[in-house]
DNA sequence: CGGTTCGTACGATACCCATCGTAGTACGGC
DNA sequence: GCCGTACTACGATGGGTATCGTACGAACCG
């Protein structure tokens, strides 16, 4: 055991710690607004192993974990997999309309660049 | 003549050039998205020096450059002053709702965290 | 022309951060 | 108990960037 804390909880920022620009900075990253994007678009906890990126398992890592410290998205654990989900209430409580323009405007540039 | 091209033009992004990702990156910062506000608010051209930041000149240079590279804002000189507008226009037409959900946002994170 | 004001350019510095690789921990199944 | 899977932790590395100071260029005003 040694270390074994084992706190299998996450810390996660309450909604009235989540900052605008944590969360600017957070979906300014395309790695990270492409996990947004999925996430939206599944409307339910995904696994971070669902979410396939195009980098190594250590910084999807260190993605999902901006993602959650900024209060982006929710993490909990099941299992041995990692479950993602949007905070969508919170997020749409302190800055509303800003999720779903930023969503809109994504779509819009992907469609604009070639539909990817 | 040597240097002398006294370009006196500033280069901006094409309206399609702009990236959500560069929007989002500009606004990120607090003092960009302080200048933001500032313009927001004054709803004219202001010149660079009447948008008082707290860091030296040099950064606040710096500051406006990534402002208008990233399409944020348009930038022209009158006389020895460099005016500063919102390119609402574009960022409308590119990312509706964007704009004014940021905005919106930053106001009421500015009342919620003590009016300042 | 000389001075003043406004903004730029350039170099330096220090910090942040996206990425990787490797080694390790937690959980479930055999 | 042992192995595989899922994710993490840590250190290294390279590039980006916010900041400063100083020196410069451009325009207006006497």
Redesign the pocket.
């Known amino acids: 055991?040694?270390?074994?804390?084992?706190t299998?909880e996450?810390a996660h920022p309450a909604r009235e710690d989540i900052r605008l620009e944590g969360v600017l900075?957070a979906l300014a990253?395309p790695?990270r607004l492409s996990v947004v994007r999925d996430l939206a678009a599944a409307d339910e906890e995904l696994?971070?192993?669902q979410l396939v990126l195009p980098?190594?398992?250590?910084?999807?890592?260190?993605?999902?974990?901006?993602l959650r410290e900024s209060g982006v998205i929710q993490?909990v654990?099941r299992?041995?997999?990692?479950m993602n989900g949007l905070r969508r209430e919170d997020l749409d409580a302190l800055f509303p309309e800003l999720l779903d323009s930023v969503l809109a405007a994504a779509s819009g540039q992907a469609d604009r660049l070639g539909g990817s």
Request: hydrophobic share 30%; aromatic share 6%; with cysteine.
């Open positions: 055991m040694a270390t074994a804390p084992s299998r996450l900075h990253d790695m696994s971070c192993s980098v190594t398992k250590s910084t999807t890592t260190h993605h999902f974990r901006v993490q654990y299992g041995t997999a990692k």
